[in-house]
């Protein structure tokens, strides 16, 4: 496998609702604190100016910090940004257009469902990694179609990019997709739904420490 560009570890996404309790800020800091290595911004129903002004917000959060900083859907407000990289779903730019407008050092990530044959495409066309799900029932997206854990353990035997899982993922049904092959856990309300947004990314960010993943590869 080729020197991934994208961090392992503990990849979070931020929802509306969710953020809304503590502030998106709030959120977000304490899910880094908690050891998240990856935040997509995600916020498809809010305005043009808030999109901006937030992304801008936690932009900076992730600089502080040194954490990976995505943008879902938009890489426009990607470039408005200096963000990391951005996400891609069925109906957004195709990660050409995405590079075009981000630069060639830009992360482009793209939603693979549960089609390893537009994984292997994205691969082709220069994607730096590729997203699975929804890998276990949802409570975002409870009609999402389902990608089995074989789909996995295939992707990762034939693709050279990272891959992450998505959906209904928890400290402890993540073990199996990681011993499957999966590079980062991506994951909204199991960490910004909780109580303790902290507590519940540090859960999820000792699945990947070094003797949790040794001990899964014995």
Not at 95 to 103: Q, S
Not at 152 to 157: E, H, K, P, T, Y
Not at 169 to 184: E, M
Not at 189 to 198: R, Y
């Amino acid at each position: 496998m080729m020197s991934p560009r994208l961090p392992r570890g503990l990849y979070v996404i931020t929802d509306p609702d969710c953020c809304a309790v503590m502030g998106l800020e709030i959120s977000v800091s304490a899910a880094i604190s908690g050891g998240a290595r990856i935040v997509q911004y995600r916020a498809k129903n809010s305005s043009a100016e808030q999109r901006l002004r937030e992304a801008r917000a936690l932009r900076l959060l992730t600089l502080r910090h040194d954490v990976t900083c995505i943008v879902n859907d938009d890489p426009e407000l990607a470039a408005a940004i200096d963000a990391d990289g951005v996400h891609l779903g069925r109906d957004d730019a195709d990660p050409c257009t995405a590079h075009t407008i981000l630069g060639a050092d830009a992360i482009v990530g793209i939603s693979c469902y549960d089609s390893l044959e537009r994984a292997r495409d994205a691969q082709s066309a220069g994607c730096d990694y590729v997203a699975f799900g929804s890998a276990f029932p949802s409570t975002t997206k409870p009609d999402a179609c389902r990608a089995p854990l074989d789909l996995f353990a295939r992707a990762s035997r034939e693709l050279e990019i990272p891959i992450v899982a998505i959906g209904g993922i928890t400290p402890t049904n993540g073990s199996a997709l990681l011993a499957a092959g999966c590079h980062a856990l991506a994951v909204i309300t199991g960490v910004f739904g909780s109580a303790d947004i902290c507590g519940a990314a540090a859960a999820y960010s000792r699945l990947f420490d070094p003797e949790s993943l040794q001990d899964r590869l014995e």
